[in-house]
C-alpha cells in the first residue's frame, strides 16, 4: 500500500520567568503566574536527590503557600 508524508505543527507560546529564591515569601513572581493561570493548582514531585540536596525546600513550598493563599 502507498503512502504519503505529511507534517503539521502545533505553535506554542509561553512566558519565562527569571528568579532567584523562588519560595522565599519576598518573591511575588511564583504567586503573581499561579494566579494569573486559568487553573490555579499545583501539584509539586520532588525527586529524593533534589530534597537531600535542598532539605529546608519542603518547608519553603509550605510556608511559601501558606503566605500566599
Given at each position: 500500500m502507498k503512502s504519503i508524508q505529511q507534517t503539521f505543527s502545533v505553535p506554542f507560546t509561553y512566558a519565562v520567568h527569571f528568579t532567584e529564591d523562588i519560595f522565599?515569601?519576598?518573591?511575588?513572581?511564583f504567586?503573581?503566574?499561579v494566579k494569573t493561570s486559568r487553573v490555579?493548582?499545583?501539584?509539586?514531585?520532588i525527586?529524593?536527590?533534589?530534597?537531600?540536596?535542598h532539605p529546608s525546600l519542603i518547608?519553603?513550598?509550605?510556608?511559601?503557600a501558606e503566605a500566599n493563599t
Amino acid at each position: 500500500m502507498k503512502s504519503i508524508q505529511q507534517t503539521f505543527s502545533v505553535p506554542f507560546t509561553y512566558a519565562v520567568h527569571f528568579t532567584e529564591d523562588i519560595f522565599n515569601i519576598s518573591n511575588p513572581i511564583f504567586a503573581q503566574v499561579v494566579k494569573t493561570s486559568r487553573v490555579a493548582k499545583v501539584f509539586f514531585v520532588i525527586d529524593d536527590g533534589v530534597v537531600n540536596t535542598h532539605p529546608s525546600l519542603i518547608n519553603n513550598i509550605k510556608n511559601y503557600a501558606e503566605a500566599n493563599t
